[in-house]
T-cell receptor
Framework: DAGVIQSPRHEVTEMGQEVTLRCKPISGHNSLFWYRQTMMRGLELLIYFNNNVPIDDSGMPEDRFSAKMPNASFSTLKIQPSEPRDSAVYFCATLLGTQTDTQYFGPGTRLTVL | GENVEQHPSTLSVQEGDSAVIKCTYSDSASNYFPWYKQELGKRPQLIIDIRSNVGEKKDQRIAVTLNKTAKHFSLHITETQPEDSAVYFC??????????FGAGTRLAVHP
């Protein structure tokens, strides 16, 4: 099993540009989570999906952030326009589903906004 | 909202000593408490977890205890080794599949 796949692994962009982060969950996992990790704020849940449906987006910082899960194999997190304070490591994690608890994290995308 | 407090923020021990990290949660409905280890530049990885119907769980050198009344849970690492050096995060699950993470503890094990 390839595990959770994220791309790109590193992204450097300029303020004002659009950034799209991608995640491919482990096959068969039906819950998907987007986290942001910074030194100041730690590991924060941004949004999560069950069966491709957004369940809780209370952690999405503002309207510049949006997330989609068009199918069970793919999710995106978009930031438009990006700002320097968005610089962080963004992790995608997935969960198999009922009767299981473990969230498996992807390798993360390190985003730097100049 | 749900909050998880984690202490200490840094912990330094000698190889072979024990290490204890403590967390407190606020939502009494929380029913699942995982611990993740994150090495520098890597992803968080689950090392042990406990459900609310269990008071203690052990896996080799690692153990977790839960006190539901006090809303405390702790990670215990015995016979620490240099490869245990990492940042450790506790978390609680107040509802659904949502995890709330503590701020992390940076553990350094010195040879």
């Amino acid at each position: 099993d390839a595990g959770v796949i994220q791309s790109p692994r590193h992204e450097v962009t300029e303020m004002g540009q659009e950034v799209t982060l991608r995640c491919k969950p482990i096959s068969g996992h039906n819950s998907l989570f987007w986290y942001r990790q910074t030194m100041m704020r730690g590991l924060e849940l941004l949004i999560y999906f069950n069966n491709n449906v957004p369940i809780d987006d209370s952690g999405m910082p503002e309207d510049r952030f949006s997330a989609k899960m068009p199918n069970a194999s793919f999710s995106t997190l978009k930031i438009q326009p990006s700002e320097p304070r968005d610089s962080a490591v963004y992790f995608c994690a997935t969960l198999l589903g009922t009767q299981t608890d473990t969230q498996y994290f992807g390798p993360g995308t390190r985003l730097t906004v100049l | 909202g749900e909050n998880v407090e984690q202490h200490p923020s840094t912990l330094s021990v000698q190889e072979g000593d024990s290490a204890v990290i403590k967390c407190t949660y606020s939502d009494s409905a929380s029913n699942y408490f995982p611990w993740y280890k994150q090495e520098l530049g890597k992803r968080p990885q689950l090392i042990i977890d406990i459900r609310s119907n269990v008071g203690e769980k052990k896996d080799q050198r690692i153990a977790v205890t839960l006190n539901k009344t006090a809303k405390h849970f702790s990670l215990h690492i015995t016979e620490t080794q240099p490869e245990d050096s990492a940042v450790y995060f506790c978390a609680s699950r107040p509802s659904g599949n949502k995890l709330i993470f503590g701020a992390g503890t940076r553990l350094a094990v010195h040879p």
